[in-house]
């Protein structure tokens, strides 16, 4: 199967926006290292912990659109729900294994690990938000 552009193009923006989201991230922690160095630690684990983290959401995000563009061409909507909820399954099983990893592995800051998780559904969720004033705010416009 052969990988759409929408799909390339979608993770390639969720990959940048990510990785500008885990810099912020960085930033953050490095701030809160200089203001409370006993309590929060800033270091190799940190940048470490935020560039595979990122690198796990945007694996996930890409497999989902995989998966979405994949279960469009099926016409039996049971055998289109099956293979969502193993993808669903299987990238759950991805995520829940960086999360252990990234508690449990010394090598790894937990945080700086876990939170870059969450980057793409709060991307995608402000990009909606802002598409739809858009549209609100051009609809207005054209009323006038």
Known sequence: MRVQETVKKETVQIAVQSSVATIVMWICIFVLH????????????????????????????????????????????????QRMRLS??????????????????????AVAGIVPLLFPGGILRIRGVLEWKKGKNQKQGGEN
């Open 88 to 109: 669903y399954r299987n990238r759950t099983m991805l995520q829940l294994g960086w999360i252990i990893l990234a508690v449990v592995a010394p090598c790894f800051q």
């Open 34 to 81: 200089r203001f409370l160095p006993e309590k929060v630690a800033f270091d190799y684990r940190v940048i470490l912990s935020g560039l595979l983290g990122t690198a796990v959401a945007v694996t996930n995000f890409f497999l989902m659109g995989v998966t979405v563009q994949g279960v469009l061409s099926v016409e039996n909507q049971e055998e289109a729900y």
